[in-house]
């Protein structure tokens, strides 16, 4: 009889796990429009969330602390005159997004550094060139400013943000409806799903479709029987790719591998409630001494519920093996470089210490720059990293270095203690035996 060989993997028992109650945001109306985007963008700082509003289009914008009930006069960003379809945080700065709407426009606002105080009705920049509504936005993974777009139109738009130009314009190659557009790693490519029932990867650059045949799939994998739409995130770190039923109530991951049959089912984190969308914390924004590899945010009726995926350790040491440098929020390339030509991929930041960004600046445009502030100069930028580096560590480290002396000297004492009991034992017990 022939033994059954279990495929090894670090992350065959990965577990999901929502968090309680008061660590949810409830009282959330969240958008009823009919697009399948996900509703929802997270970074380090916030959670932006699509909800629903009277007389146009709206999100909230939520730093990561604030749960709990969240008051119907919580204040919003507003600008739009149609429904919101889509939002996505730029990833080189944490306190710029964008969204895109239902009245043909992409707008991009900058988020006060403590959040919302006033509802935000003026955008850093209009981005007007669609014909229809605006269903798509992504921010490319590694150029400063430059953002895609892409509309009911069939056309993709990627836009330099810093001067408000419209610099590559897709128009001749979807037939139907664009229902998903992503970015390769790099940025040098892109990967679109059409109503049309074909991918593309396509380069914008040189505006010409590199791969669209669909004839022999490296896997099929067979899910169930639902009609809802799939959203997929994937994980370049761990390899491992979360699909997530909208009007499900399950997240399936599987692991991508080199070798057949490449694509490896892990587990299903099932709860009660369907989700209506999700929102994906990038890397730099996981709890890496829990161990936590992905959180994802929810989207019910009328709350936002945060779940967490955990590898199981025992060892409360830096896992190297799961989290291996990842990409951090500095900007490989300027726009300018990347409309010429150049690629470059993202760069990388280590975990290790628990990364914390730097102040990010403020987005200018040249166009129409309502966000004018003196830049800081190098000289300026590397007296302040220093000053940061030398105090709070530290600090830290002479903290933990009277922690370690006193935890000594007191294992010291214990010692010398234990010593002299030791000793008088064995004398009673030498005059006993006498």
């Avoid at 710029?96 to 006033?118: F, K, Y």
């Avoid at 669909?214 to 491992?240: A, H, K, R």
């Avoid at 490989?332 to 991929?345: D, M, Q, R, V, Y």
């Avoid at 000053?387 to 010692?415: G, N, T, Y």
């Amino acid at each position: 009889m022939l033994r059954r060989v279990v495929r090894q993997s670090k992350f065959r028992h990965v577990f999901g796990q929502a968090v309680r109650n008061d660590q949810c945001y409830d009282d959330i109306r969240v958008s009823r429009v009919t697009w399948d985007s996900s509703f929802c963008a997270v970074n380090p700082k916030f959670v932006a969330i699509i909800i629903d509003a009277s007389g146009g289009g709206a999100f909230l914008v939520l730093p990561l602390q604030k749960s709990g009930r969240i008051d119907k006069v919580y204040p919003t960003v507003c600008g739009h005159t149609g429904p919101v379809l889509d939002i996505d945080w730029c990833p080189h700065n944490d306190l710029v997004i964008a969204s895109g709407s239902e009245d043909c426009t992409v707008m991009v606002w900058q988020i006060p550094e403590n959040g919302l105080e006033t509802p935000l009705s003026q955008p850093v920049v209009v981005l007007e060139g669609h014909s229809k509504r605006v269903g798509i936005v992504s921010w490319h993974p590694t150029a400063r400013n430059v953002l895609l777009s892409a509309g009911c139109d069939n056309q993709i738009v990627i836009w330099n943000v810093g001067t408000g130009e419209a610099m590559i314009n897709l128009e001749d190659m979807h037939p139907d409806v664009i229902f998903s557009v992503s970015w390769s790693r790099n940025g040098s490519l892109l990967c679109t799903a059409c109503k049309d029932k074909k991918v593309r990867v396509i380069d914008p650059r040189k505006k010409r479709i590199v791969a669209d045949n669909m004839d022999e799939p490296i896997c099929v994998q067979e899910m169930d029987s639902s009609n809802g739409v799939l959203l997929p995130f994937y994980d370049p770190d761990t390899n491992i790719v979360y699909l997530c039923g909208k009007g499900d109530s399950s997240i399936r991951y599987f692991e991508i591998t080199d070798e057949a049959p490449f694509v490896h089912y892990l587990n299903t984190f099932s709860t009660k409630e369907p989700q209506r969308g999700m929102g994906y914390m990038p890397k730099r924004g996981l709890d890496v001494n829990k161990c936590e590899i992905a959180r994802f945010y929810k989207l019910h009726e009328r709350k936002c519920e945060p779940i967490i995926m955990t590898v199981p350790r025992k060892s409360d040491l830096f896992q190297d093996d799961l989290y291996p440098d990842t990409a951090g929020p500095d900007p490989a390339l300027e726009s300018e470089e990347w409309f010429a030509g150049k690629n470059g991929g993202p760069i990388l930041i280590s975990l290790k210490d628990g990364y914390v960004s730097a102040k990010s600046r403020d987005l200018k445009v040249v166009k129409t720059n309502v966000l004018e502030s003196k830049p800081v100069t190098k000289a300026e930028s590397i007296s302040t990293v220093q000053k940061h580096a030398s105090s709070q560590p530290s600090v830290k480290m002479e903290d933990k270095l009277e922690e370690v002396l006193r935890e000594f000297k007191s294992l010291r004492d214990r010692v010398i203690l234990q010593d002299r009991r030791i000793a008088r034992l064995e004398e009673q017990v030498a005059k006993v035996a006498m």
